[in-house]
T-cell receptor, first 111, second 116 residues
């Protein structure tokens, strides 16, 4: 059975800290891995990763994929209170666009 | 970026009634739309995949007669929760996928349904 597992499930840090969120997956037919940020409403897109070893970066956020070890990490440097959210990892298993979501990591950044 | 809207954003209904939720892609044509359900403190669970002009494909355990999906045009899909019960109370989110090479999905803002 295809599955996506995120860790940790929750994390509390202070402003300025750096955090690393993990996502491992087991899918039959991998096409891409996506990271989303969810606050009060629906998820907002952060990154889509398809190739191993190529870091994607957007401001203080970056992500990388390891297709050999079947995992991805999302890094957030110099965290701010506005980074507090649930971060979701999802894998597109090449079945017409279906996404398999992990449980999410709830990040709380304290001032 | 591509925009997906949902209507209503929240709805309260009585047990036994039906509720329709609309999902629209505002600035692109969505050949495929997906409906998810999210319970508090849980992740998104895919309910069904909706392709324009054809019947929806439901995930295992999702009752197709209870959750009616119609994808009548390339910009609109609807989810109707029939004979709603309190356990149907949840956050319903749609996403739409266009025909871009990136195959990104764009999420709507979600609809919070409360059944009393």
């Amino acid at each position: 059975e295809d599955k996506v597992v995120q860790s940790p499930l929750s994390l509390v840090v202070h402003e300025g800290d750096t955090v690393t969120l993990n996502c491992s997956y087991e899918v039959t037919n991998f096409r891409s891995l996506l990271w989303y940020k969810q606050e009060k409403k629906a998820p907002t897109f952060l990154f889509m990763l398809t190739s191993s070893g190529i870091e994607k970066k957007s401001g203080r956020l970056s992500s990388i994929l390891d297709k050999k070890e079947l995992f991805s990490i999302l890094n957030i440097t110099a965290t701010q209170t506005g980074d507090s959210a649930i971060y979701l990892c999802a894998v597109d298993d090449n079945q017409g666009g279906k996404l398999i979501f992990g449980q999410g990591t709830e990040l709380s950044v304290k001032p | 970026g591509a925009v997906v809207s949902q209507h209503p954003s929240w709805v309260i209904c009585k047990s036994g009634t039906s509720v329709k939720i609309e999902c629209r892609s505002l600035d692109f044509q969505a050949t495929t739309m997906f409906w998810y359900r999210q319970f508090p403190k849980q992740s998104l669970m895919l309910m069904a995949t909706s392709n324009e002009g054809s019947k929806a494909t439901y995930e295992q355990g999702v009752e197709k007669d209870k959750f009616l999906i119609n994808h009548a045009s390339l910009t609109l899909s609807t989810l109707t929760v029939t004979s709603a019960h309190p356990e149907d109370s949840s956050f319903y989110i749609c996403s739409a996928r266009g025909t871009s090479v990136a195959y990104e999905q764009y999420f709507g803002p979600g609809t919070r349904l409360t059944v009393t």
